[in-house]
């Protein structure tokens, strides 16, 4: 059971990456009312995968990926994306301060009680450590009894190994049908993964629908952080 939140903010540096271990709890949110905002901070422009035959190319792949990111979000019940206009493979390189300050003037104006991204050290791609980083350093300069919950990402491959299990685990059963909509929303990054998942969802593979039930995150360990290690 999800708790009831004042307001969500999820932000997220790619198209799809909604898609695969968030989207059914956005769905469920929105179902119970919650108002729901995603801030996605680029168009994927960079984004290997043109389709399965492709049908993109890199000229029109940014248009296909806002128009597929729109689909998802119609998908999942939400109506506040915030498109925030930066170059895909290249929040690493964006000024810290700048980072920061767009996700204070998030939650500034959105006042959420939870705010869902990536765990910083243990989410592989640049784009999502910044990302990640940027969160957490927004508000780690909240007073303690003004900061909303973090929910993170994880999915490094020392992920368990050094956090432990997940903190959180959202049965989003209610909203399969949205996750795997939500999912095949990003066509030109997901045509091929969808043909495999759902010829295992339907030979019944139990760890493809135990991944497609469960959505685990992280509480961010404030009480371990030391604002030096990143």
Known sequence: MLKKERHVLIILPHPDDEAFGISGSIAAYRKMGVPVTYACLTLGEMGRNLGNPPFANRETL?????????????????????????????????????????????????????????????????????????????????????????????????????????????????????????????????????????KRLADKDPEAEKWLRYERFYTYKWAEDFEQSF
């Open 62 to 198: 940014p248009h296909i990926r806002k128009a597929e990111l729109e689909k998802a979000c119609e998908a999942m019940g939400l109506d506040d994306l915030r498109l925030m206009g930066f170059r895909d493979k290249t929040l690493e390189f964006e000024d810290d301060e700048k980072m920061v300050q767009l996700v204070t003037d998030l939650m500034d104006e959105t006042n959420p009680s939870l705010v869902i991204s990536f765990y910083p050290g243990y989410s592989v791609h640049p784009d999502h450590e910044a990302s990640a980083r940027a969160v957490v350093r927004a508000i780690r300069r909240m007073p303690v009894e003004d900061r909303p919950a973090l929910y993170a990402v994880a999915f490094a491959n020392n992920t368990e190994a050094e956090l432990g299990e997940p903190d959180i685990v959202h049965d989003v059963y209610e909203t399969t049908d949205q996750k795997l909509a939500t999912l095949s929303a990003h066509e030109s990054q997901t045509i091929w993964m969808m043909r495999d998942l759902n």
